[in-house]
């Protein structure tokens, strides 16, 4: 079981990015479980960005991407994507995309598969 994340990139501040993340290697689906987006800088812990439910009922962001990033699936191609506009520099990161082991959850201990990440830095 893989999740192959891409979209990343060097973009300047303002301009916007659409992350992607697919899941494969297995006969099987992630319609029932939820996904979400983390990040990570040098130093720092993973942090939340976004999440979405199963059925994508209930999303949930972090405050400092609200209103700029959106987050949504599709289940008949087991992706997840991020699409982030207005990028501010403080966005540069290291992007994961995960598989949570419940229906949804925000929190990265629910989540049992990662994706490698993907590089998203944006300058002034």
């Known amino acids: 079981v893989q999740l192959q994340a891409s979209g990343g990139g060097l973009v300047q501040a303002g301009d916007s990015l659409r992350l992607s993340c697919v899941a494969s290697?297995?006969?099987?689906?992630?319609?029932?479980?939820?996904m979400g987006w983390f990040r990570q800088v040098p130093g720092k812990e993973r942090e939340f960005v976004a999440a979405i439910s199963w059925n994508g009922g209930i999303i949930q962001y972090t405050d400092s991407v609200k209103g700029r990033f959106t987050i949504s699936r599709d289940n008949g191609k087991n992706t997840v994507y991020l699409q982030m506009n207005s990028l501010k520099e403080e966005d540069t990161a290291v992007y994961f995309c995960?598989?949570?082991?419940?229906?949804?959850?925000?929190?990265?201990?629910?989540?049992?598969?990662w994706g490698q990440g993907t590089q998203v830095t944006v300058s002034s």
């Open positions: 290697g297995r006969a099987r689906t992630w319609s029932n479980n939820g």
């Open positions: 995960g598989v949570s082991r419940s229906a949804y959850s925000a929190n990265s201990a629910s989540y049992t598969t």
